[in-house]
């Protein structure tokens, strides 16, 4: 998949004029940009799109140094480097900026979303602009929210086709209290964790299971240390493309304009990859020996029953004006 996502990205760069573009000494400026993801995964795919766009629209005014795969530290070091200024733009998942912006847990709540198309309706709206705003209040300039996906557990223990299947196991969550809320309502030992360190504690028995989209389960190779998966979605998730404002506020307008063009772009470019990633990711998963344990209409009616009190919670953290206006865009 990598290969054919790799030659559909070349085609779109092609198209364009970026694909023979070469950069001229002596660039004015270096936008150093950090991502955790596998250099695999769509979004860093689509990050060199963003960086062949800008480096050919400037004319060479402007080079784009990336550093995807965890070079440059975990998820939440980078949500810190893009904050501080160490670093231009991240693009990372909305939960490591859950601590920093609260108000992005309102996106989190379980089974919000009926499917992707529903969820990129609404984070597209009025709603993805309050949470930009939100995000700019402390220091962050949002630029477009790609896709991460919904979210699957997977886990070494047994096969989980019901709600007694899911009391006990230990599962890394990532650091989000709606995420953690939703797992203890529904009976397991959720426990938070950067996502370098995961890959190990499954090996060594610290964790049972995990959750994440299956392409980040294929691509960080969890299916060596894990048997099972069910495909619960109980999460969409988004990835957040993220610079510091000041940074980005001091381009020359017509800069700014031409690395935020490329984001959309780029943006646009990652969900048509990703939509069609997914199904390959589960099919390799099944490939590489991984059970898959479809969840029935009933186990997920009582998912849905368990969690519903987590909206509650996320209501007196956040304020139910701001939930209420989510779920009625979401309605």
Not at 76 to 103: K, M
Not at 145 to 151: A, H, K, T, V, W
Not at 205 to 227: I, M, S, W, Y
Not at 299 to 319: D, I, L, N, W, Y
Request: net charge neutral; aromatic share 6%.
């Amino acid at each position: 998949m990598l290969k054919s996502c790799r030659s559909l990205l070349a085609g779109a760069l092609l198209a364009t004029g970026l694909g023979a573009a070469s950069l001229p000494a002596g660039a004015a400026e270096t936008l150093r940009i950090v991502g955790n993801f596998p250099t695999t995964h769509t979004s860093s795919i689509v990050m060199e799109q963003f960086k062949a766009e800008v480096e050919q629209a400037s004319g060479g005014e402007l080079k784009v140094a990336l550093f995807p795969a965890m070079q440059l530290g975990g998820a939440q070091e980078n949500v810190d480097q893009v904050r501080a200024g160490a670093v231009f733009l991240t693009w990372i998942s909305t939960a490591y900026l859950s601590r920093t912006v609260p108000e992005l847990s309102a996106l989190s709540l379980p089974f919000l979303f009926a499917d992707r198309s529903h969820a990129f309706r609404v984070i597209d709206g009025p709603v993805g602009q309050l949470m930009s705003e939100k995000l700019a209040a402390k220091g962050f300039a949002a630029l477009g929210y790609m896709e991460l996906g919904p979210r699957h557990l997977t886990n070494n223990v047994r096969p989980v086709k019901s709600l007694a299947d899911l009391k006990g196991p230990k599962i890394r969550l990532q650091p989000d209290e709606t995420h953690l809320a939703t797992f203890r309502a529904l009976g397991a030992n959720p426990t938070t964790m950067d996502i370098k360190e995961v890959y190990s504690a499954l090996q060594q028995g610290v964790l049972d299971g995990q959750e994440n989209p299956f392409a980040v389960t294929r691509d960080r190779n969890f299916n060596q240390v894990q048997k099972y998966v069910s495909d619960t979605a109980h999460f969409f998730d988004f990835i957040a493309v993220i610079a510091n404002k000041k940074k980005l506020d001091a381009l020359k307008p017509e800069l700014r304009r031409i690395v935020t063009d490329a984001i959309g772009n780029a943006v646009a470019t990652q969900r048509r990859l990703a939509e069609a990633e997914d199904a390959k990711a589960l099919a390799d998963l099944q490939g590489r020996g991984v059970q898959l344990d479809a969840v029935s209409p009933a186990f997920r009616s009582e998912m849905r029953q368990a969690t519903a009190p987590v909206m509650e919670q996320v209501k007196a953290k956040v304020g139910a004006e701001l939930v209420n206006s989510v779920l009625s865009q979401v309605n």
